[in-house]
């Protein structure tokens, strides 16, 4: 999008997409509310700021491309999507029912603006590595972004795209990770520890930026940045906070996936409007 | 209707506690059996493995290829590693792994799947696994078992450990009903008769033998003489079960929650065509991707509930009937 740089704006809208992550995610019965809420202010920041596309047209040939490879945090892209008129926001309240245009994991065949089908960790980064190539190859000018966890650092299919990539010199391949520091089981440091990232994409031959992924001025300066051409892929490591927004999920690896009720969820919501966060 | 065994079909707990817990009874009789896993211990229940034997628990982060190949090199000091994972992502990250690591050297690794099938549900297509018996019985020398509730889960779960060789345990993420009594003796490889009849016989595993029991129970009333056969085994097959059916019955229905391509019953109809060819009829998954959804709306969606095992068995039986 073309509108001024508005952090203010920009913190009310992934604001409001929390409140739908959590209602939707209760209604569903199940999902994971932890890494959507980490992961929805860079959504934010792309979805209504920064990347060239037209809700309108959701196949429009030069449209950016977003891979959300860490496919479980799907709610935060549909909130996104939803917000941005891909869809009917009525849509969200069917999210991983029988019929539903909203599977469990982003699905490039049922939901208008999602752009590769992922889900199975790691898998979502090499397809925007080959989406990155096929645009080149025919010419074309938009830029592939790949959102990644931590916990996806781990995965050997990631580090086999880092290095194809940076072979390829996809400088219009801008790759995220959503750092929040823990996975399923834990924390990330505790299970398999991917630390120290930059140190090992900048070996991969990566332009590597560090951020604190919910500073929208952090995040704006970023993508500013992987927008100048430097002849190798760009990755930006945003330092999030699992579970953001709502203080009694925030950093605490049980709330990966852990269900709750629509009256939960209300007073999540309250402790977002506590002030303070984003 | 003769019934074998008590089946009054209460919910009992799934099948993946059920190993999780027969893993903690088997590394307190052997040091020897240790737990790899790859960042889903709660899921898979390993993690009560974990809390009682932490030194013999290897977490590999979300890294299945490399759990198995980790896994394999266990094996060869004379561990007894139980790997375990949602089924897609162990069975399709790591199939390499289980063909050059495990299979082919004949490594004593076990391989349990959790969360098979479609009855995952609400995470959809793409956790779902529907092609893993399949995968497993590819492997020369793999076991494949398919338990049907938590008896027979503990009881494989131990002869898996017993068995020297490459193990595969599939299990699933619902509560599903207890249809065995606690002494029920299982054996690798030796088919259970659940329920006597000599009309059709209905071959079934996992959460569709308490379905062909059901099915069994609708066509009883309607006179007509069911045989339910639970295959856990699904490799090496009860070849000697499987032809006194077609001989006895001279009708077959497979019943599996997988794609139907690919998985029991196919491997059934090759030893009933290599033995005694006689009718068939196939319930599983087309040949399709499920979605999301409730696992019991999905099951029935998709074809996979008494009644469409009940459909297939009149089916099968007006064939043999000539009509
Ligand atoms: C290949 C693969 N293995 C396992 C899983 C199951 N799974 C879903 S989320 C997750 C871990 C979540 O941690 P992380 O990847 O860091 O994501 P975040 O904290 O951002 O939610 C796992 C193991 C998966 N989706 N894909």
Known sequence: MTSEFDPARLAAIARDLRVLILRMIANAGSGHPGGSLSAVDIITYLYFRHLRIDPERPHWEDRD??????????????????????????????????????QGHPDMRKTPGVDMTTGSLGQGFACAVGIALGARL????????????????????????????????????????????????????????????????????????????HDFVQIHAA????????????VIIADTVKGKGVRSMENRPEWHAQPFTPEQAEVFIGELFEGGSS | MPLKTRYELNLGMATREAFGRALVELGRENPNIMAVDAD?????????????????????????????????????HGKIPFAASFSCFLLNK??????????????????????????????????????????????????????????????????????VGPVFIRTGRPRVPVIYSPDQRFEIGKAIELVEGSDVTIMANGLMVAEAIRAAEALDAEGISVRVLDLHTVKPLDREAIRKAAEETGAIVVAEEHLVDSGTGVRVAQAVAEMHPCVMEFVGIQNTYAESGPPEA????????????AAAARKALARKRGR
């Open chain 1, 65 to 102: 491309r977003f891979v959300l490879s860490k496919g479980h945090c799907a709610p935060a892209l549909y909130a996104a999507l939803a917000r941005r008129g891909y869809f009917p926001e009525a849509w969200l309240w069917t999210l991983r029912d029988v019929g539903s245009p909203l």
């Open chain 1, 138 to 213: 025919q010419g074309k000018t938009y830029r592939v972004y790949a959102m990644l966890s931590d916990a996806e650092l781990q995965e050997g299919v990631t580090w086999e795209a880092a290095l194809a990539a940076a072979h390829h010199r996809l400088d219009n391949l801008i790759a995220v990770i959503d750092n929040n520091r823990c996975q399923t089981d834990g924390f990330t440091a505790d299970i398999v520890a991917v630390e120290p990232i930059d140190e090992k994409w900048s070996a991969f031959g990566w332009d590597v930026q560090r951020i604190d992924g």
């Open chain 2, 298 to 309: 999905l099951l029935e969606k998709y074809g996979l509930t008494a009644p469409h095992i």
């Open chain 2, 40 to 76: 889903l211990s709660k899921s898979t229940f390993t993690h009560l493995f974990a809390k009682e034997f932490p030194e013999r628990f290897v977490s590999c982060g979300i890294a299945e290829a490399n759990m198995v190949g980790v896994a394999a090199g266990l094996a060869s």
């Open chain 1, 223 to 234: 993508f500013q940045r992987a927008l100048q051409p430097r002849g190798r892929p760009h």
């Open chain 2, 94 to 163: 790591a199939f390499e792994q289980l063909r050059v690591t495990v299979a082919y050297p004949g490594l004593n690794v076990k391989i349990v799947g959790t969360h098979s099938g479609i009855s995952i549900g609400e995470d959809g297509p793409s956790q779902m696994s529907v092609e893993e018996i399949s995968l497993a019985c590819s492997l020369p020398g793999f076991v494949v078992l398919a338990p049907a509730d938590e008896v027979a889960t503990r009881a494989l779960v131990r002869a898996a450990a017993e068995h």
